[in-house]
């Protein structure tokens, strides 16, 4: 059975030494990895790798582009641009719907008068002639 034995207020386990000199370590490189990442050079030099590998990157995505528009034109599927056409095509066709209905409505307020009451009351059944007293 092993027992802790302290000396001097410390532990006489020998990992405790090597977990808190890689903290330290750690910490140090954390702080001095925060003061690089911070400056303009860094960013700039960041900047121009992700230019750089975009540049190089570019040809092989338009190279797999071509390769799934032709395997999805060979499965009788749609493409991206397929489906944003006929979004684009949806979205007139539901404004001019719109735009039907409106002036249907408007039509509709000139030609409908507002129906007659089924009865009316006796008064109004009179009709008054020319001439009649």
Same mark, same amino acid.
């Given at each position: 059975?092993?027992?802790?034995?302290?000396?001097?207020?410390?532990?006489?386990?020998?990992?405790?030494?090597?977990?808190?000199?890689?903290?330290?370590?750690?910490?140090?490189?954390?702080?001095?990895?925060?003061?690089?990442?911070?400056?303009?050079?860094?960013?700039?030099?960041?900047?121009?790798?992700?230019?750089?590998?975009?540049?190089?990157?570019?040809?092989?995505?338009?190279?797999?582009?071509?390769a799934?528009?032709?395997?999805?034109?060979?499965?009788?599927?749609?493409?991206? &641009?397929?489906?944003?056409?006929? =979004?684009? @095509?949806? /979205?007139?066709?539901e404004? *001019?719907?719109?735009?039907?209905?409106?002036?249907?409505?408007?039509?509709?307020?000139v030609?409908?008068?507002?129906?007659?009451? &089924?009865?009316?009351?006796?008064? =109004?059944? @009179?009709v /008054?002639?020319?001439?009649? *007293?």
């Amino acid at each position: 059975m092993a027992e802790k034995q302290a000396t001097n207020g410390q532990s006489s386990d020998p990992a405790d030494s090597f977990r808190q000199l890689r903290d330290n370590y750690l910490d140090a490189w954390a702080k001095s990895m925060i003061d690089v990442v911070n400056t303009d050079a860094y960013a700039k030099a960041t900047g121009a790798l992700l230019d750089t590998c975009l540049g190089v990157s570019s040809p092989f995505r338009e190279t797999m582009e071509k390769a799934m528009l032709q395997t999805l034109a060979q499965l009788s599927m749609p493409s991206r &641009a397929d489906i944003v056409s006929l =979004a684009e @095509r949806l /979205t007139n066709l539901e404004l *001019k719907i719109d735009d039907m209905d409106a002036k249907l409505d408007r039509i509709e307020k000139v030609f409908v008068r507002p129906a007659r009451p &089924a009865w009316r009351p006796a008064a =109004a059944r @009179r009709v /008054t002639r020319k001439g009649a *007293k």
